[in-house]
């Protein structure tokens, strides 16, 4: 056992579905040509991160060659004059930078070699398809009667898989596609363990699960050799696509929708769940359900790719349940792809989510909506799924027969030493997902809390926005209460003056002959010095108060007369 665990310590592979994000940083003029910076970070790992240099024809290239999806991409266009105008540069960064994270957030886009290359030249620049081809011709050297009659185009969303037409000269009339994977980081068993494994899959017999006529491994990866369907996957069914097309253009932006019965979801389902149970039994991991890895013959499901799970390759929906620390087990990421392939199966698309996040979807059934809600929603998620024993003791799985005749017996056995080992592969497996799980968490956490900070700083901005508003107001109310009073000053030494006006009858004319006054005009305007305001100095009383009372000087000057007389 010490063996075997130094040898698994020492594997370092990449994950290719570990999720990409870029930051434009900056740009520069390199020999009269705008070079934009862009700082790439791959994985949960917050040291994974360098730069790459993109012009924009760099740019238009990717964009030529991932037109083939039919997925709209806005690219901003191209400018032959005045495009070294730094305005202008910085307009086209953000708009390249709106790019970017359209690629990189569409799971179709993102999978493609062309994206990860443009991102990633040091991981994804390698000639892929030539090395493979060489490993497949030296694992078939050994193998008589059989070879590769060609390579077929990229047909699978895995980027280190590559597919061939294989001739078998005992079944020359047969149409057999051979698949070539490379070893991915959850690979745990050493060559003789692999061998041990490959060799049983062979005889693996199920009435649910796809026959493998060869199966055979080498020091870096796995060729397995099965039967071609004609009408491709579950998924080439609902897409309305042809098998044998690029992965990209059959997926990319599929014109067709279809959606089963819900007779044959019912049936679809349990074959499936049968199968997941099987596997489970024999304590073989699996966790790479998706509807491209299901063939529908004869009205029976027949899984295929059950070879991943043991080559270490990352499951399709790893970048979901990477999110949902309650899907850590290869049972609870069986049930969750379950879900998903339900979903797909009874609308008629994929979910590009994690988890419902509108319940409101199409479904042509409620217990199906039930069963979809209870894998898929965000409360399942975050508390737990149900098991497969569950699922398949529920009503709408339950009531559906199967029909299987004695050929139908499901055989597959494992030697002693094989079993032992993959009870540690499933392990291993589990806690490095566990151990990323955490340091997605962990990496949620600290964003929030800069988040908080950021936002923290931005209410103090906001408070001392509004305390110096307010202390604003507060001046311009302190000069206008200022401005007031010193009007109402004038107004009582008005009141006073035409009231002894009046009470002197002997002073006054007649007051049939005295006309109303007209209404006082308002106070003069203040004067601001930037502290406070003050009424405007006047310098002939007498006038002002002629205004305000409309009588003469010399009537004016009866009145103060009079008004000293009464004093004194």
């Known amino acids: ?110 999978s493609s070699l062309p994206a990860r290359s443009f991102v990633d030249p040091a991981n994804y620049c390698q000639p892929f398809g030539e090395i493979a081809l060489q490993h497949v011709s030296l694992a078939l050297r050994g193998e008589f009667g059989w070879e590769v009659a060609g390579p077929l185009a990229d047909i699978g969303w895995r980027l280190r898989k590559h597919f061939y037409t294989i001739k078998s000269k005992s079944r020359s009339k047969d149409e057999l596609i051979g698949s070539w994977t490379d070893y991915g980081p959850d690979k745990y068993l050493d060559d003789k363990d692999m061998h041990s494994v490959f060799k049983s899959l062979h005889q693996i017999k199920h009435p649910y699960i796809g026959h493998i006529d060869l199966c055979l491994c080498t020091e870096v990866g796995g060729l397995v050799v099965r039967e071609m369907s004609k009408d491709g996957s579950l998924r080439d069914y609902l897409c309305g696509a042809k098998p044998k097309l690029s992965f990209l253009k059959k997926y990319g932006n599929p014109q067709g929708h279809k959606q089963l ?102 479904c042509p059934s409620p217990q199906i909506r039930k069963i979809i809600e209870s894998i898929l929603s965000h409360e399942a998620c975050k508390n737990g799924l149900p098991t497969i024993g569950a699922l398949l003791i529920d009503q709408f799985f339950s009531q559906v027969q199967l029909t299987l005749s004695d050929s139908d017996k499901a055989h597959f056995k494992l030697p002693s030493a094989a079993k032992e080992h993959l009870k540690s592969v499933v392990i291993k497996i589990e806690e490095r997902l566990k151990g990323e799980q955490k340091v997605v968490r962990s990496q949620k956490r600290l964003t929030k809390v800069q988040e908080m900070m950021s936002s923290e700083e931005e209410r103090k901005k906001h408070r001392n926005r509004m305390k110096q508003l307010r202390e604003q107001k507060s001046k311009e109310g302190s000069s206008k209460n200022e401005s007031k009073k010193n009007g109402n000053h004038l107004e009582r030494c008005d009141s006073v003056s035409s009231s002894a006006a009046t009470s002197v009858g002997t002073a006054t004319p007649p007051l049939a002959a005295v006309p109303s006054p007209p209404p006082p005009p308002p106070p003069p305007p203040a004067i601001s010095n930037g502290t406070n305001s003050t009424p405007a100095p006047t310098k002939d009383r007498s006038a002002l108060l002629g205004a305000i009372t409309g009588f003469n000087k010399s009537t004016l000057k009866r009145v103060e007369t009079a008004v000293k007389d009464l004093h004194t």
């Open 261 to 362: 019965t819900v007779e044959e979801i019912a049936m679809h389902g349990r074959q499936i769940l049968e199968a997941l149970k099987f596997l489970h039994e024999k304590g073989f991991p699996y966790g790479h359900l998706h509807s491209g890895n299901i063939l529908i013959e004869n009205e029976r499901v027949k899984l295929i790719d059950i070879e991943n799970g043991v080559l270490g390759v990352p499951s399709y929906y790893r970048p979901y349940f990477m999110q949902h620390k309650k899907i850590s087990t290869l049972e609870a990421i069986d049930v969750y792809c379950f879900g998903h392939v339900l979903y797909e199966m009874a609308v008629g698309s994929p979910l590009h989510e994690s988890y419902i996040a509108d319940d409101n979807f199409d």
């Open 1 to 110: 056992m010490a063996i075997f665990e130094r040898d698994i310590s020492n594997k370092v592979l990449l994950d290719d579905t570990e999720p990409i994000t870029c930051h434009i940083e900056n740009w520069q003029n390199v020999n009269g040509h705008t070079e934009f910076v862009i700082r790439v970070h791959r994985g949960p790992f917050s040291d994974q991160t360098w730069k790459v240099h993109k012009r924009y024809n760099d740019f238009l290239k990717l964009h030529q060659t991932l037109q083939i999806s039919k997925i709209p991409l806005e690219l901003p266009p191209k400018k032959l004059i005045g495009n070294l105008d730094p305005k202008f540069i910085t307009e086209r960064q953000q708009a390249l930078q709106k790019y970017l994270d359209s690629i990189l957030m569409n799971p179709i886009l993102v």
